[in-house]
């Protein structure tokens, strides 16, 4: 009789989606491992989000102590995968060992940790996270300053207005262009795509006349 394990083999997402699917129905703690494994190595987005799901089904005694130890791994997809899911499962006493990513080496990796830290933080930390991430302004390409932004505007305009104010200062113009960008988001959540899509035409305008230039 087929395993979910030996399901997870099949090359065609569907069948993968499906096993997973069938596992978060009817949760089973054996299925842990399995499930945490496949977590490094799944390569279609959907089936990774029906993996966090699956996992969020089961106790959150044993699974966040198996994910934490997956914050370790070499694998970028491991680290970022617990951390995703870490954050469904909202438990906060995990908050130290989320923030010890915040830095991480691999940018998606480091963007999951800011988005799963704001969910996590307890209110005695947030203003240091706040200092953390505002480290980061003006640094990345337009997705990873973009998931800045939205990571202090999650903090609140209370908790992320001091060290957006101290960004807007800045001698560096683009650290003062994010924190500007940063706080017109925060005093207008909708503004979000808007800021983007100014980004990335400027992006292009940019590059464009990088090419012209030769």
């Known amino acids: 009789m087929p395993t979910l394990a030996s399901y997870l083999t099949d090359p065609r997402p569907t069948v993968r989606l499906r096993a997973v699917m069938a596992a978060g129905t009817t949760p089973s703690v054996d299925e842990l491992d399995t499930l945490v494994a496949q ?34 791994r070499p694998e970028a997809q491991a680290r970022s995968q617990a951390l995703h899911t870490l954050s469904k499962i909202r438990d906060g006493s995990v908050y130290r060992h989320v923030a010890d990513r915040l830095s991480d080496v691999d ?32 640094h990345g390409d337009a997705e990873t300053r973009s ?27 683009a650290v003062r262009e994010h924190a500007s960008e940063t706080s017109r988001l925060l005093e207008d959540p909708d503004a979000g795509s808007a800021l983007a899509l ?17």
């Open 107 to 138: 940018p998606g990796v480091a963007r999951t940790a800011w988005r799963a830290a704001v969910l996590l933080a307890p209110e005695s930390e947030r203003p240091e996270l706040a200092k953390t991430l505002a480290v980061q302004l003006g």
């Open 147 to 173: 998931a800045l932004s939205r990571a202090l505007a999650g903090l609140g305009a209370e908790v992320a207005g001091p060290v957006l104010a101290a960004g807007a200062d800045h001698r560096n113009e």
């Open 39 to 72: 977590c490094a190595v799944e390569p279609d987005l959907q089936v990774r989000e029906m993996l966090t799901w699956a996992l969020v089904r089961l106790p959150a005694e044993v699974v966040v102590p198996r994910l934490l130890p997956e914050l370790e």
């Open 198 to 214: 100014a980004r990335a035409r400027r992006e292009v305008a940019l590059g464009r006349t990088r090419s012209a230039k030769g």
